[in-house]
């Protein structure tokens, strides 16, 4: 199936026009699991049986190859091996993807490379392959270590498996983020609190820490569990930032929190709106040209994925984006972060003249929402705690 090329619509310009390209990522998209968690609007799929790995990652290298000429020349700076449960692979697999990768793109040198891995599916002879393969940043879907709270979310491991699969990497990566969760079903600050103070016994390098959300389409949204409103999860969040915070840990982004240098750079570069090339089920693209900025989509289901790519036609769906879409998904990303962006991050980014945007700057100002200041454009605090309310304000720029 050849990619559809759909067109933008209500711009009224001339063509954008880069003088260099953004910083190049690489996403890789493993789409198993053991089990779909309850919560997950992620592209994942219940594995049924053993994982058809080696065809995975043959069909992900051909992928790569077709998309090269996109990206011929560029450097890439970071790779994220996301899913789904990456760690289902096994180490033989990973290591022959990372070294098939390596001989098909110029990495930089130390490129971060990060590997996504849940506490149910660890194993020590597996982290060592990962580490040999090159992978040199773990993250650990953790969530709770709080047996009920797991079992709340659908999660396959216990608080006491968490702890083993920490103890386990830290053997083997010094760079490790746990990612967590609160405003749980039934939870409370003090058992909010108490999984972050246990995370932080660890001494991680990164930690993410999501407020739970029931997602459209998913087995929480139909039978939606009785989780803290909104006044106790602002309370939980409040008291997250501060704990963390007391801890030398920056909170750089809406869910992230790091020590000192380090922050995901992998992250980073989405929110900064660089370029990345996904591969796999369900990934996504977003590649800058010299005169335009497209997306691309690849089939989800992993069996239409796989013979996409036998047939050539991997692509679902590819968009060209006009000058709306620039204004809007770049400040979509970047305010995402705490300390904003420097001004002259947007024409990079998007090739636009930032006059282009000034009354909706002035808007979001007057709202108290945002500040601009020293070549500076950053959210106020009341600016990241409603986000949303932000974002209306560049949705409708330049339409």
């Known amino acids: 199936m050849s990619a559809q090329i759909l067109q933008p619509f209500g711009i009224k310009s001339q063509p954008v026009s880069f003088q260099a390209l953004p910083p190049l990522s690489l996403y890789i998209h493993i789409p198993w699991c053991v089990r779909k968690c309850p919560y997950c609007d992620f592209n994942s799929h219940e594995a049924q049986g053993a994982i058809p790995d080696r065809e995975y990652v043959d069909a992900l290298l051909r992928d790569l190859d077709s998309a090269l000429a996109l990206i011929w020349g560029r450097k890439v700076y970071s790779i994220f091996i996301g899913g789904g449960t990456p760690s289902l692979l096994s180490g033989d697999a990973l290591v022959y993807l990372l070294t098939q990768v390596r001989m098909r793109l110029p990495l930089a040198h130390e490129a971060e490379i990060t590997l996504e891995a849940n506490p149910g599916t660890v194993e020590a002879d597996k982290f060592a392959a990962f580490r040999d393969a090159g992978v040199n ?102 008291g997250i930032e501060t704990l963390l915070a007391e801890h030398g840990y920056q909170h750089y982004e809406t869910s992230a929190f790091a020590r000192p240098g380090k922050q995901a750079r992998h992250n980073l570069n989405y929110w900064r709106f660089g370029d990345y090339l996904g591969i796999g089920a369900g990934a996504h693209s977003k590649l800058s040209f010299h005169d ?75 709202k108290g929402l945002l500040v601009r200041e020293a070549g500076r454009i950053a959210p106020t605090e009341m600016g990241r705690r409603f986000l949303n309310d932000l974002l209306q304000v560049f949705l409708a720029a330049e339409n």
Not at 147 to 170: F, M, T, V
Not at 346 to 361: A, G, V, Y
């Open 137 to 238: 940043r773990l993250s650990l879907g953790i969530q709770s270590f709080n047996d009920g709270y797991l079992r709340a979310l659908g999660r396959i491991h216990s608080g006491d498996e968490a702890k083993r699969a920490i103890d386990i990497g830290q053997r083997h990566f010094e760079n490790i983020n746990l990612d967590l969760m609160y405003a749980l079903p039934g939870q409370t600050q003090e058992a909010a609190l108490f999984d972050v103070g246990s995370a932080l016994s660890f001494s991680p390098q990164h930690l993410s820490c999501y407020h739970l959300t029931l997602e459209p389409n998913t087995p929480f949204a139909h039978h939606p569990p009785q989780v803290p409103d909104d006044d106790a999860s602002s309370e939980m969040q409040s």
């Open 292 to 366: 335009k900025v497209i997306r691309q989509a690849r089939h989800k289901q992993p069996k239409a994925y796989m013979e996409g790519v036998a047939q050539g036609g991997q692509v679902q769906s590819e968009q060209m984006l006009g000058k709306s879409d620039l204004i809007f998904e770049f400040m979509m990303n970047v305010l995402r972060l705490n300390d904003g962006f420097e001004e002259t991050l947007f024409q990079e980014r998007t090739s636009l003249p930032l006059l282009l945007i000034r009354h909706e700057l002035e808007r979001a100002g007057q």
